[in-house]
């Protein structure tokens, strides 16, 4: 087909040339050679990249952290208190105790009358038994009374308002000035308060 049209083209040249009068018939020009030119190729310039480097920053060293070692519990041994009885409390001013009904001290010559471990009468002056007739020390009991008692063992010695709480050693009225054979000597006054209030089962302490 490309050849048909060529040859066309140029016998139609050749008639508009003959037609027209006084013009000159130039040389055909073919179209295919001024149709195709040579194509024009255009080179890029290889566009090079350069690598990015990435410069890694250094991982910080993990930082050691000591940590104290706990102080062990002291273990604290508590040692067990020893266990103790303690002994009756004493009535205040009465060195007897509170379980004592009429109190005797034979170092203060003194005596007392005693209720529910309270002083209720007393210290009174008393004189107690000489020598090769000491009054014992000791807890004893009230065993009887006597308003009015005198001693067959020694000439029927009067011993008025008498307590007998050791066999026949009792209170009674007697004198403050002489040691007796073994009886605690009391004031009138004294042994009367001591005969009212003492009973039989009473407890009795004297003490040296």
Same mark, same amino acid.
Request: charged share 15%; with cysteine.
């Given at each position: 087909?490309?050849?048909?049209?060529? +040859?066309?083209?140029? @016998?139609?040249?050749? +008639?508009?040339?003959?037609?027209?009068?006084?013009?000159?018939?130039? *040389?055909?020009?073919?179209?295919?050679?001024?149709?195709? @030119?040579?194509?024009?190729?255009?080179?890029? *310039?290889?566009?090079?990249?350069?690598?990015?480097?990435?410069?890694?920053?250094?991982?910080?060293?993990?930082?050691?952290? $000591?940590?104290?070692?706990?102080?062990?519990?002291? *273990?604290?041994?508590?040692?067990p208190k020893p266990t103790t009885v303690k002994p009756a409390p004493k009535p205040a001013g009465?060195?007897?105790?509170?379980?004592?009904?009429?109190?005797? %001290? +034979?170092?203060? /010559?003194?005596?007392?009358?005693?209720?529910?471990? $309270?002083?209720?009468?007393?210290?009174?002056?008393?004189? !107690?038994?000489? @020598?090769?007739f000491l009054t014992p020390p000791g807890t004893f009991h009230v065993g009887w009374k006597d308003? %009015?008692?005198?001693?067959?063992?020694?000439? /029927?010695?009067?011993?008025?308002?008498?307590?007998?709480?050791?066999?026949?050693? @009792?209170? !009674?009225?007697?004198?403050?000035?002489?040691?007796?054979?073994?009886?605690?000597?009391?004031? /009138?006054?004294? *042994?009367?308060?001591?005969? /009212? %209030?003492?009973?039989?089962? %009473?407890?009795?302490?004297?003490?040296?």
């Amino acid at each position: 087909m490309r050849v048909k049209l060529i +040859l066309g083209i140029g @016998a139609t040249a050749m +008639l508009l040339s003959a037609c027209v009068p006084g013009q000159t018939t130039a *040389a055909p020009v073919p179209v295919a050679a001024a149709q195709e @030119a040579p194509p024009i190729t255009t080179t890029r *310039a290889p566009t090079t990249v350069k690598p990015t480097t990435t410069t890694a920053k250094p991982k910080p060293k993990p930082t050691m952290t $000591k940590t104290k070692p706990k102080p062990k519990p002291t *273990a604290t041994k508590t040692k067990p208190k020893p266990t103790t009885v303690k002994p009756a409390p004493k009535p205040a001013g009465a060195p007897c105790s509170a379980k004592a009904r009429a109190c005797i %001290d +034979l170092s203060a /010559n003194q005596s007392w009358l005693m209720s529910a471990g $309270k002083v209720v009468y007393g210290p009174v002056p008393i004189t !107690h038994g000489r @020598a090769g007739f000491l009054t014992p020390p000791g807890t004893f009991h009230v065993g009887w009374k006597d308003i %009015d008692h005198k001693s067959s063992e020694f000439n /029927n010695a009067p011993m008025p308002y008498s307590v007998f709480f050791n066999q026949g050693i @009792a209170f !009674h009225e007697g004198s403050l000035k002489q040691k007796s054979h073994g009886c605690i000597h009391l004031s /009138n006054a004294a *042994a009367k308060k001591f005969y /009212n %209030d003492l009973k039989v089962g %009473d407890v009795v302490q004297v003490v040296r």
